[in-house]
């Protein structure tokens, strides 16, 4: 063998020890991230624990899910507030298997109406048919405290931790996760009225909605068509929107327009008179409820409660979404209300928390599957990223979606 051949056969062997080291390398990561499963807690099963719960399953990469409320399984299922699901919402939720036939509720179009409740007992059902699939424990009456963090035994800590405990939950405080709010305008203004009569049926009801409302005010010096800056002109802007939405016994009310500085947003905005809103909802509900239901008259308008004026609508999330626990290597990531919440109630909050989920899966896949913390580090980041998008979406264009079209 003369030295040319020599050369090229030590090339060859050594190209070939790369190739079988690589393709080694490449199948033991393969099988590693095929394997790899972790244990999950989720604080929390309103609808957005429960769906939470849900995508934990479907990513494949759970172990063991824990799921907590603090209600028993009756206060928990006895919720009456509706909840209207937006297309995107339904979509992404045939994807995890919600089964809307099997459902109680109403479609109008691509929107599904169903109450909270109903939705939770579907979705807690749909677990217990995965328990075969993950070690699934649905653990309701239990409340997620120092005490309960302090009864797990050392190493057998979760993974991942989802915190869905709703707008008034302290979970992250548990955690030691700050609870600063981001406080953000939505340039616009809004106000809310509930209307609760016993008499009237608890079911699933579409929303109604009507644009370019002007109120008659002129009984207290305010006329909407004459703006003082160009009296001779109509004023386009702002009309406002209304939605009344929920069931016939607990109806809702969402009044909203755009933020602008016309004499008649100024006055809504200021007016220490209440029941000047009270008129307002009053006359609204009896023009656009349906025809089956009952007008609200002197006698009943005392089921009504409302906002006193109109208010500036604002998001607040939550400065801190996802963390890490360094010594217990726990990732924590916060969903639905816990994360972001509106100081006004559209009547599809509940899309809100299922848009921020849409992003959990890659982030449970992506922990499991992490080689080391700092691929930790950029599944949080990258669930935090998402999280201030949804938060920046809705700012943008969510009231513009959900009331003003
Ligand atoms: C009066 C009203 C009317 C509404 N109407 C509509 C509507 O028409 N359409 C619509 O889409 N949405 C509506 N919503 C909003 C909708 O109900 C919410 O968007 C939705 O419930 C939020 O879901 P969530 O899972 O984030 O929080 P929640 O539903 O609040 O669930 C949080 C859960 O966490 C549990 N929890 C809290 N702390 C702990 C703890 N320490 N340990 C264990 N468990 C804990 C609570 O018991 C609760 O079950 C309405 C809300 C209200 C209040």
Redesign the pocket.
Known sequence: MDGAELAYDTALSTLLAVLVYVLVKVSLDAIRQWRARISVLI?????????AALVAVRSGKVLKLTV????YRT??LC?P?????DPRSVRFLLRLGVDFDNMEGCWRGEHF?TK?GVF?EHLLSILEQKRQKVEIGVHLG????EE?LRRIPGGAWPKVIII????????CS?LGISSDYIVESCHAYGANA?IERLDQRQVPTP?IKAHNLYFDLSAYGVDALKEPRNPTQPTAKPGFHLKI??TFR?R?MALACTAADTKMVRFLRHTANSSIMKNIFHQSFNAYKTDIEPRLNDLTLHHMQCSRKLFEIMLSHRRVSAAYIEGDNVAVTV?????R?LNF?????????MRGLESLGTFIYKTATALDQNDVFEALSAKIQHSKQVAETFRQTGLASTLFE
């Open positions: 604080v929390g099963s309103g609808p957005v624990g429960l769906t907590l409320d603090e209600r206060a928990l919720r507030q509706q909840i209207a699901l109406f909270v939770q239990t409340k997620f405290s309960y869905a405990d709703g707008s008034c939950g302290d979970s548990v509930t929303e939405y929920g607990n809702y969903e639905g209300e816990a994360a919440v109630d559209t009547g599809c909050g509940v899309n809100l928390g």
